[in-house]
């Protein structure tokens, strides 16, 4: 889904890209993004400027990719196969940048009126760089399906509990309208932030006939590749591959 790029150089990232794309005929999506400040401070590493570290990154990625750069032990050498790169995105400045250097976004808990709204905010990145073609949309979404609606939002909560305790997503969550989810979060109380209103926003969870609802509307709104994030646990994933099972790309 998402590479966090400070976890390795873009050299070694655009080659290995490369290789599983090649290996692959193609299928591979690169998705890159800064990852979160409590998961990078474990590891000992500070992210002063996310959005611009973002900007070299991709950047760099994309000229190793089309085989620019300084020879190492060999030449550089263009990917045989395109490298399709996606950035990771929660809010509107990297969002921004993703519709200047990328091929798509990958955000991820958002509502289906974000979804819109982001729309003109990938629309002036888009604007700098009018040669990369259209922008394509990705959303990650919970999906959760069944008719024990209570069941089915303490399986989401079990789930998404540990995104809570991470300040982007807070900070996301709040500045789309979840004041009061996201205080909770801030305070400890992940399990209360995510509450039945927050949950019916950004997850399709409820009757197949429901989440099937719940996905056209996404789609309408702009969401070209909507990404079915199952429950945690075999049955739950098939469950979901059932019921979607016949979507299309």
């Not at 990958?106 to 729309?119: C, H, I, T, Y």
């Not at 999906?143 to 024990?148: C, E, I, L, P």
């Not at 089915?152 to 500045?175: D, H, I, S, W």
């Amino acid at each position: 889904w998402i590479a966090n790029i400070y976890l390795r150089h873009s050299y070694t990232c655009a080659q290995g890209a490369a290789l599983i794309a090649e290996a692959t005929g193609g299928r591979f999506i690169l998705g890159l993004g800064v990852s979160h400040q409590p998961v990078n401070g474990a590891l000992g590493i500070e992210m002063p400027d996310p959005l611009g570290t973002a900007r070299r990154y991709a950047t760099e990625v994309r000229g190793w990719l089309r085989g620019e750069g300084p020879a190492t032990h060999l030449p550089q050498r263009p990917a045989r196969v395109p490298v399709p790169l996606y950035m990771a995105a929660l809010t509107s400045p990297m969002v921004e940048l993703a519709g200047e250097l990328a091929d798509g976004i990958m955000p991820l808990f958002w509502s289906v009126e974000r979804v819109a709204q982001s729309q003109a905010w990938a629309a002036r990145g888009r604007a700098r760089a009018p040669e990369l073609g259209p922008l394509t949309m990705t959303l990650g979404l919970p999906t959760y399906v069944g008719t024990d609606l209570e069941a089915l939002q303490e399986v989401a909560r079990q789930n998404l509990v540990l995104y809570t305790g991470l300040p982007f997503f807070q900070r996301m969550l709040r500045a789309a309208g979840f004041d009061d989810e996201a205080t909770l979060m801030e305070q400890g109380d992940g399990m209360a932030g995510l509450s039945d209103r927050l949950l019916d926003a950004i997850c399709l969870l409820g009757s197949p006939e429901r989440c099937q609802e719940r996905l056209a509307a996404y789609r309408a709104a702009g969401v070209d590749l909507p990404i079915l994030y199952p429950p945690v646990g075999v049955d739950g994933a098939r469950e979901v591959i059932r019921m979607f099972g016949g979507e299309g790309p």
